[in-house]
């Protein structure tokens, strides 16, 4: 309860649930930039890494778009176009 001239507070219950992480969301983001980042740690052994990078990229996007983070979900966005871009210009240099 309130007492009269205090400031208002705001706070969120912790209840034993919400220690699990949020659920499959939460999961999915996990995998999704794990994946992301070992394939950027991968990309000089090859194209294919780099196309992997612009995958986990879509997924790292699509996770922002899902949990509500729309600003991360763009910037992941703008990197699939760049990952592209890169394998796209190592694709071309192999035709040679």
Known sequence: ????????????????????????????????LTFMMAMYGLE???RIFVLGFALG???????????GAWPFGVVEAIWVVVALRRWWALSSQVAR
């Open 44 to 46: 000089s052994r090859g």
């Open 57 to 67: 990229c879509a997924v790292s996007s699509a996770y922002g778009f899902l949990s």
């Open 1 to 32: 309860m309130r007492r009269p001239g205090s400031a208002v507070t705001f706070w969120v219950p912790i209840t034993p649930s919400s220690w699990h992480g949020g659920g499959v969301l939460t999961i999915f983001g996990v995998l999704a």
